[in-house]
């Protein structure tokens, strides 16, 4: 079955974080990056999700992580 997936915002939050943990895309790249992680079929929603929420795809993706948690060494 190929159904597309729904992307909320902080679905889209929390894969962007998961992506920079990894080390796979840093926050100071454009949010456009992280499409190379996002089928492309899905691509459409994830951008439509984006633009609803007042993101733009030059943003960078530090922009999506403005409420990280960060935890003390």
Request: charged share 35%.
């Amino acid at each position: 079955m190929n159904t597309a997936i729904k992307y909320d915002i902080e679905v889209i939050k929390e894969e962007a974080l998961h992506l920079v943990k990894k080390g796979l895309v840093s926050r100071q790249q454009p949010i456009y990056a992280l499409g190379q992680y996002i089928r492309e079929r899905d691509w459409a929603y994830f951008e439509q999700e984006l633009e609803q929420n007042e993101y733009l795809l030059r943003d960078r993706i530090i922009d999506l992580l403005a409420t990280e948690n960060w935890q003390e060494d």
